[in-house]
Nanobody, 126 residues
């Protein structure tokens, strides 16, 4: 089992920055792959960033590439999402997800992940 607890969500103005944190605990083998998803009001959940904990390889959706960065601490107990240049369309609930293994081409697909956090709200005003 893996437990995920997100924090850092807030209300900010367009152009601002936020850093989300996801505290990860549980079996190490079950959290080799970590990702951030978000769900805007009335929309499906969208995968935006993923990281391979062992190799450090990262993947981003086109919607956040160049603005957001996923990283983890050396102890691999926390995964971060640094968000810069925020836009109103970035508003939504942000979720952290984990799994022992995902198929690389599908690392931003929610059905590749078994463990999920409760989410943290991000609101960006224009």
């Amino acid at each position: 089992q893996v437990q995920l607890v997100e924090s850092g969500g807030d209300s900010v103005e367009a152009g601002g920055s936020l850093r989300l944190s996801c505290l990860v605990s549980g079996h190490a083998y079950a959290r080799n792959y970590l990702a951030w998803f978000r769900q805007a009001p009335g929309k499906d959940r969208e995968g935006i960033a993923a990281i391979d904990s062992s190799g450090g390889k990262t993947v981003y959706s086109d919607s956040v590439k160049g603005r957001f960065a996923i990283a983890q601490d050396d102890a691999k107990t926390t995964v971060y999402l640094q968000m810069n240049g925020l836009k109103p369309e970035d508003t939504g609930i942000y979720y952290c997800a984990a799994n022992s293994w995902v198929r690389a081409p599908r690392s931003l697909y929610e059905d590749e992940y078994v463990f999920w956090g409760q989410g943290t709200q991000v609101t960006v005003s224009s």
